[in-house]
């Protein structure tokens, strides 16, 4: 059985005229890698505000049609039933910090679900250490850089151990290295532990070789939906995609008339260009 | 122009985040500034506006000492647009916010209204003009922000991380709108992670890693320059990685953009009469 799953589902916010998310038929299994991506207001966010059920428990609206995660309704699930099954990572990691240590931040979500000390402890120790930010363990949150306070706030998250790990656009307050080190640690625990990953990303550069299956959203419908090399051979980028630039320089040679194929990485790219110049 | 010399600052609890920094901007210069989270970019810009006072060193505004002028002073020269949108937003409305430091700079209602109206079509926020910026996305509301600070007319305008939460087109669009202002004669520095944006727009690039400059040069030089690049946590653009990887097949160093390489490739494809091209 699919782990979340949606049939004929739109969501309309209360005080809008148009359904933000529209007839989403959509199933997703349990340990998938999925990058969803499109423009500005395609409802990639409402997507995922229905994934812990801030829809519709927090953002009132109408509801249209069937929207399950792991067997639980959202329109009569609890946020705090859901917010143990889903983790959500923001963008902004400043709209989810409070506490004055990085650990205190780390332990708050594990504490909320009253399990014994020694198994917080272990679980703050175990998602400090998969990000990387042992070091920062008394620092205040606050001080922190913005990619530092992305970690605290994937790390804080980690710590419930949630079967879903949605991340709407978690790495654009990072450096690229630090993104890439994100990245790579959620394709980690995707791989391992066997979470399902929702991410939400513009830069599609990093994310689109680590993901199984592509989403792509416009004007709140599902309009791509598949494998990464397959989506982005079509037309993905007329709909205000960020390619990754390999990518759309083979786009572009295709224009002119060169088609020998779509790569999705430098390597790809650069071993057809060589084949072609040897 | 904006001097700074030998500028070193250190925070309240004894960090310092700039480490002796010696940098011109000319007038009319477009500069990006880029390093890894916590290098001191920020830092460093908000000396620009005067809102940070050196610990040692100076920093000249068109000849003015920061230190002898106020933040108010020096903001009718500098406009400085912050990171995150939520510290600067506050107004009921998008219009309102805008209005605001024109307001309180004592233009007329009239000019205001017409210069509020005008920046608000540049930035493709007319529809949202009666709207509370806090309903707004993430990238709708660094527009605004965007949009409160040009609207002053400022002659030189500091962007911290303005490609953050935009997608493909409105980062298109935000290029096209920089490049605008730039001709126009402003000076227009950005701080930046997004190397992929940076290698089209193609600035002056002042890299900066722990508190120092370790690098300033054309965009082409500098981010195809691999050891450079990886000192200051990022990473190239994909072009120049495969142009690197091809440079035996006499495909030029210094691509950073899928534009030029188009070219470059075309270029070496018809010089050896591949025949995959027609």
Same mark, same amino acid.
């Given at each position: 059985?699919?782990?979340?799953?949606?049939?004929?589902?739109?969501?309309?916010?209360?005080?809008?005229?148009?359904?933000?998310?529209?007839?989403?038929?959509?199933?997703?299994?349990?340990?998938?890698?999925?990058?969803?991506?499109?423009?500005?207001?395609?409802?990639?966010?409402?997507?995922?505000?229905?994934?812990?059920?801030?829809?519709?428990?927090?953002?009132?609206?109408?509801?249209?049609?069937?929207?399950?995660?792991?067997?639980?309704?959202?329109?009569?699930?609890?946020?705090?039933?859901?917010?143990?099954?889903?983790?959500?990572?923001?963008?902004?990691?400043?709209?989810?910090?409070?506490?004055?240590?990085?650990?205190?931040?780390?332990?708050?979500?594990?504490?909320?679900?009253?399990?014994?000390?020694?198994?917080?402890?272990?679980?703050?120790?175990?998602?400090?250490?998969?990000?990387?930010?042992?070091?920062?363990?008394?620092?205040?949150?606050?001080?922190?850089?913005?990619?530092?306070?992305?970690?605290?706030?994937?790390?804080? %998250? $980690?710590? *419930?151990?949630?079967?879903? +790990? /949605? @991340? #709407?656009?978690?790495?654009?307050?990072?450096?690229? =290295?630090? &993104?890439?080190?994100?990245?790579?640690?959620?394709?980690?625990?995707?791989?391992?532990?066997?979470?399902?990953?929702?991410?939400?990303?513009?830069?599609?550069?990093?994310?689109?070789?680590?993901?199984?299956? %592509? $989403?792509? *959203?416009?004007?709140?419908? +599902? /309009? @791509? #939906?598949?494998?990464?090399?397959?989506?982005?051979? =079509?037309? &993905?980028?007329?709909?205000?995609?960020?390619?990754?630039?390999?990518?759309?320089?083979?786009?572009?040679?295709?224009?002119?008339?060169?088609?020998?194929?779509?790569?999705?990485?430098?390597?790809?790219?650069?071993?057809?260009?060589?084949?072609?110049?040897? | 122009?904006?001097?700074?010399?030998?500028?070193?600052?250190?925070?309240?609890?004894?960090?310092?985040?700039?480490?002796?920094?010696?940098?011109?901007?000319?007038?009319?210069?477009?500069?990006?500034?880029?390093?890894?989270?916590?290098?001191?970019?920020?830092?460093?810009?908000?000396?620009?506006?005067?809102?940070?006072?050196?610990?040692?060193?100076?920093?000249?505004?068109?000849?003015?000492?920061?230190?002898?002028?106020?933040?108010?002073?020096?903001?009718?020269?500098?406009?400085?647009?912050?990171?995150?949108?939520?510290?600067?937003?506050?107004?009921?409305?998008?219009?309102?916010?805008?209005?605001?430091?024109?307001?309180?700079?004592?233009?007329?209602?009239?000019?205001?209204?017409?210069?509020?109206?005008?920046?608000?079509?540049?930035?493709?926020?007319?529809?949202?003009?009666?709207?509370?910026?806090?309903?707004?996305?993430?990238?709708?509301?660094?527009?605004?922000?965007?949009?409160?600070?040009?609207?002053?007319?400022?002659?030189?305008?500091?962007?911290?991380?303005?490609?953050?939460?935009?997608?493909?087109?409105?980062?298109?669009?935000?290029?096209?709108?920089?490049?605008?202002?730039?001709?126009?004669?402003?000076?227009?520095?950005?701080?930046?992670?997004?190397?992929?944006?940076?290698?089209?727009?193609?600035?002056?690039?002042?890299?900066?890693?722990?508190?120092?400059?370790?690098?300033?040069?054309?965009?082409?030089?500098?981010?195809?320059?691999?050891?450079?690049?990886?000192?200051?946590?990022?990473?190239?653009?994909?072009?120049?990685?495969?142009?690197?990887?091809?440079?035996?097949?006499?495909?030029?160093?210094?691509?950073?953009?899928?534009?030029?390489?188009?070219?470059?490739?075309?270029?070496?494809?018809?010089?050896?009469?591949?025949?995959?091209?027609?």
């Amino acid at each position: 059985m699919p782990q979340i799953k949606a049939e004929g589902f739109s969501f309309t916010y209360s005080g809008s005229k148009s359904p933000s998310v529209r007839d989403l038929d959509l199933a997703i299994e349990r340990g998938e890698f999925v990058l969803l991506t499109g423009p500005s207001g395609c409802g990639k966010t409402t997507f995922c505000r229905c994934l812990n059920g801030l829809i519709p428990n927090f953002y009132p609206g109408h509801l249209e049609g069937r929207f399950e995660v792991c067997g639980m309704d959202i329109a009569r699930a609890k946020t705090y039933e859901l917010a143990k099954l889903v983790g959500h990572v923001f963008q902004n990691p400043e709209n989810q910090l409070f506490s004055l240590s990085v650990e205190r931040e780390v332990a708050f979500g594990p504490e909320n679900l009253g399990l014994p000390r020694e198994e917080i402890r272990e679980r703050v120790e175990w998602a400090m250490e998969l990000v990387g930010i042992s070091d920062l363990r008394d620092r205040a949150p606050y001080e922190l850089s913005g990619g530092q306070q992305q970690k605290v706030a994937i790390a804080s %998250v $980690l710590a *419930m151990r949630p079967e879903v +790990l /949605v @991340l #709407d656009e978690p790495t654009s307050f990072l450096d690229p =290295k630090s &993104a890439k080190s994100i990245l790579e640690t959620i394709a980690k625990l995707n791989e391992e532990l066997g979470m399902t990953v929702i991410l939400v990303e513009h830069r599609l550069d990093l994310a689109s070789r680590l993901a199984d299956r %592509v $989403l792509i *959203m416009n004007e709140g419908r +599902l /309009v @791509l #939906d598949g494998e990464p090399r397959r989506i982005f051979g =079509k037309a &993905a980028h007329l709909l205000g995609v960020g390619l990754p630039k390999v990518t759309l320089l083979f786009q572009m040679l295709r224009e002119d008339g060169l088609d020998v194929g779509i790569p999705i990485t430098v390597e790809e790219a650069s071993a057809i260009l060589r084949g072609l110049l040897d | 122009m904006i001097e700074v010399e030998g500028l070193v600052f250190r925070y309240p609890n004894g960090f310092e985040a700039l480490r002796g920094v010696d940098l011109r901007i000319g007038d009319g210069e477009f500069v990006a500034i880029m390093g890894e989270n916590g290098a001191g970019k920020t830092t460093l810009v908000k000396h620009f506006n005067g809102l940070l006072k050196p610990t040692l060193g100076r920093v000249l505004i068109d000849g003015v000492d920061t230190r002898d002028a106020s933040v108010a002073e020096l903001a009718r020269s500098v406009g400085l647009v912050f990171q995150n949108p939520d510290r600067q937003l506050f107004s009921e409305t998008v219009r309102e916010e805008v209005a605001f430091a024109l307001r309180n700079f004592g233009f007329s209602e009239e000019i205001v209204s017409k210069r509020v109206e005008r920046i608000l079509g540049m930035l493709d926020l007319s529809e949202y003009a009666d709207t509370s910026p806090f309903l707004l996305s993430g990238g709708e509301r660094k527009r605004v922000a965007l949009a409160s600070v040009l609207v002053w007319d400022p002659k030189h305008v500091i962007l911290d991380e303005p490609t953050i939460g935009q997608d493909h087109l409105q980062k298109e669009r935000l290029r096209d709108f920089i490049m605008q202002i730039n001709d126009q004669g402003k000076t227009v520095v950005i701080v930046t992670h997004d190397v992929e944006f940076v290698a089209e727009a193609k600035p002056r690039v002042v890299l900066m890693s722990k508190g120092e400059i370790v690098g300033d040069g054309r965009a082409e030089e500098v981010l195809s320059d691999r050891d450079l690049v990886d000192r200051a946590s990022l990473i190239r653009p994909q072009i120049s990685e495969l142009a690197d990887s091809l440079s035996d097949k006499g495909l030029p160093r210094g691509l950073i953009d899928a534009y030029s390489a188009r070219s470059a490739i075309l270029r070496l494809l018809r010089e050896r009469h591949v025949p995959e091209l027609p």
